[in-house]
């Protein structure tokens, strides 16, 4: 059974830092490719970026440059490092997995964390 488990929301004003965590349990191997996403109300789920096994990186242009993605493998955790926000971030974000890191759309994704929530102001 594949859990992902999302922490480190809270709410921030504008031009603040978080640091999101995601734990994944239950993978008989390790997954190729995870990756954050967000969803506003109202609005669609979008890609935030993801990271492959080699560390490949891909990031959603309204983050390039503020926020990286990263992992510890002895841990199991994806890490978002969320620099200079802005009130455009708020938004649940949620990790997710899938085999290979061939597009940040979040309609390819399987396994889905619960969220968390990152509001600011």
């Known amino acids: 059974h594949v859990q992902l488990v999302e922490s480190g929301g809270g709410a921030v004003q504008s031009g603040g830092s978080l640091r999101l965590s995601c734990v994944a349990s239950?993978?008989?191997?390790?997954?190729?490719?995870m990756g954050w996403f967000r969803q506003a109300p109202g609005k669609e789920r979008e890609g935030v970026a993801i990271?492959?096994?080699?560390?490949?990186?891909v990031y959603a242009d309204s983050v390039k440059g503020r926020f990286t993605i990263s992992k510890d493998n002895a841990k199991n955790t994806l890490y978002l490092q969320m620099n200079s926000l802005k009130a455009g971030d708020t938004a649940m974000y949620y990790c997710?997995?899938?085999?290979?890191?061939?597009?940040?759309?979040?309609?390819?994704?399987?396994?889905w964390g619960q969220g968390t929530q990152v509001t600011v102001s």
């Open positions: 990271i492959d096994s080699d560390g490949n990186t």
């Open positions: 997710a997995t899938r085999r290979y890191c061939t597009t940040i759309s979040p309609a390819a994704f399987g396994n």
């Open positions: 239950g993978y008989t191997g390790r997954p190729v490719c």
